[in-house]
Structure formats: C-alpha cells, structure tokens
C-alpha cells in the first residue's frame, strides 16, 4: 500500500501571488531585490505594448542585433543623451 501526501489546498489569490512573487525580479528582501545573474549581465522583467515591441523586433532584424541589443542601445542612448519627454496635445 502505498501512502500518498493530500495536496496542499491553496486560494487563486495565493497561487497568483506565488507565481509573480517567483519572477526574478518581483521581491525584495533586506538585501535588495533577488537578481538572476546571467554572466555579468542582469536577468529582468519587462512588459511593453505589442505594438511597440514590433518595432523594435523590426529595428533589431534591420541592424542585425537581438531584441535585447536594441533595448540595450536604447538605454544606454538615453541615460548618454538624456530623455526628452514631449507633451502631446
């Protein structure tokens, strides 16, 4: 006879939680955020409108780079040049 573990019963509120408190990025501790090292780079979350990922799915083809390149040159073009936000009206 084989002696079987009842499941553990859990709310979709605890299971939802569970599952964003798991990303790699979603909770900090004393020390900071957990972090998901990948090399000397950093693993992150990130949602964007899928309009816009289109187009940067489209650059990064035409340069020949990663989606994550792009992103990558994207900030990295920012925080050197600065932001500029434009109102829209």
Do not use: C, H, Y
């Not at 002696?3 to 709310?11: A, F, L, Q, R, Y």
Request: charged share 25%; net charge positive.
């Amino acid at each position: 006879m084989t002696i079987i573990k009842k499941p553990i019963k859990t709310t979709p509120e605890a299971a939802a939680e569970a599952f964003i408190s798991g990303a790699p990025d979603a909770a900090t501790t004393s020390d900071g955020p957990r972090r998901v090292r990948k090399g000397k780079k950093v693993q992150i979350t990130l949602t964007i409108a899928e309009p816009l990922l289109d187009r940067v799915d489209e650059l990064a083809g035409e340069i020949g780079q990663s989606r994550a390149g792009v992103i990558n040159l994207a900030v990295i073009q920012m925080l050197q040049s600065g932001l500029r936000i434009e109102k829209n009206e």
